[in-house]
């Protein structure tokens, strides 16, 4: 039967071009599970043992969105986020439901040679487990030049246009599944990169020794000129149900997957080029982007504020685990397939916290977050990676939230995160640098 599918697939390409067979096979399977997304409720994957049900190639198996999107090369970016001026590839409406099936970075990477069969397979891959799309990806993408030492890592999906959606408004973003797509991942650590990276002057970073530099300083083979002899070190990480695993020597590393997407933004950026360095993909800015929140998983809602038409939707960096602060430089990276809703909120509707009409605000069942960055405008004037200046802006979001939104005393709201909320460091590797304050929901139920 695999191979009369294959066959009738075959056919079907052939006649309808590759981006219309996909469109087509999705539109078939959209419409089998709208019935699964009602209106003010999700499915839930949990990232247990539903969370990897076999591979999922482009538009195979079950779609659970009006909508589907691939991650095909006419329909990415690689290291850069989409400008306010980018041209969408699919425009849904106000409320409706799209699934993207995003694709990890890591396995196609210059310094991995850019060949995802090859790599994977050293790793003990078979083919079958390898996406096309990230074959094509490797191969094919053209749209820009790559330069692995100045572009951005990521594989960037999108934009998708949300009807209505104008300057002024907020984007709500309801993640409401997230399936593996494959069963395993891989964690980097790149020179020059990461908690431990050594600094662009070649010296250790405050606070460490050179003997204490990851990787070791040793190994540093950039100046080869070559990616494949950098020396950067890639870990390779399988599921298991509920659980990523890692083996080092005699030793297995078991460790809890926490799926979410670490990238997910609207247009930010006003520069007209595709390469625009205020559209790298690896700093995070109010439009969202690389912001690497791991509570913004399954059930989540992420508030952004909106600086074009149709706001721009865009997801990438899927994360199957990660802890707070994403030390070594990347998470567990694996690639993912999302199911969203996309809401327009207008001003004075209340259909969306008031803190998020100029910065990104999240949520969960549990928790409101309040988000603070190091330099919201990403890389332009500069770069600031201070930690302080991000720990203060989630502070003062807070704060801001607990007064006009809750009406609190400031002084009061002050007091109160002191004796209850968690601040954690989002991440700590991405040039700008993230905070996010946990706000228990429990806390203000009168």
Known sequence: MNTIGQEAAGVLERGLGRRGLFTAAAAM????????????????????????????????????????????????????????????????????????????????????????????????????????DAIDVAASYDRTTRNFDVDGPHVVTGPVAVEGAEPGDVLKIETLDLRARVPYGVVSSRHGKGALGITPAGAAPAGITMDEVMPPHSTDGRSTG?????????????????????????????FPLRPFFGMMGVAHSEAQGLTDPSANSVPPTLGGGNIDIRHLGEGSTFYLPVKADGALFYVGDPHMAMGDGEAALTAMEGSI????????????????????????????KENWIAIGLSDPNGSVDGQISDLNVAMRRAVVNALDFLEHDKGLDRAVAYAYLSAAADFCVSQFVDKTLGVHGLIRKSDLLK
């Not at 482009?58 to 990415?76: A, C, F, K, N, V």
């Not at 070559?226 to 590393?253: C, D, E, I, W």
């Open 29 to 132: 399977s959209a419409t089998a599970g709208l019935s699964a997304l009602p209106a003010q409720a999700a499915p839930s994957s949990g990232g247990g043992e539903a969370f990897y049900r076999g591979v999922l190639q482009p538009g195979q198996g079950r779609i659970l969105g009006d909508h589907y999107l691939s991650s095909r090369t006419e329909e990415i970016l690689w290291g850069y986020v989409p400008t306010v001026h980018a041209a969408p590839v699919l425009t849904v409406k106000s409320g409706r439901t799209v699934t993207i099936d995003s694709l990890s970075h890591e396995g196609i990477l210059e310094d991995q040679g850019r060949d995802p069969v090859a790599w994977l397979g050293e790793q003990g891959v078979r083919r079958d487990k390898v996406l096309d």
């Open 226 to 254: 070559n990616p494949t002899q950098y020396g950067n070190v890639s870990v390779f990480a399988s599921v298991s149900g509920s659980f990523g695993v890692m083996r080092a020597g005699k030793h297995t590393l078991n």
């Open 337 to 364: 397939r999302g199911t969203f809703r996309l809401t327009v909120c207008k001003a004075g509707s209340g259909d969306a916290p008031s803190v998020a009409y100029t910065y990104p605000f999240a949520e969960t």
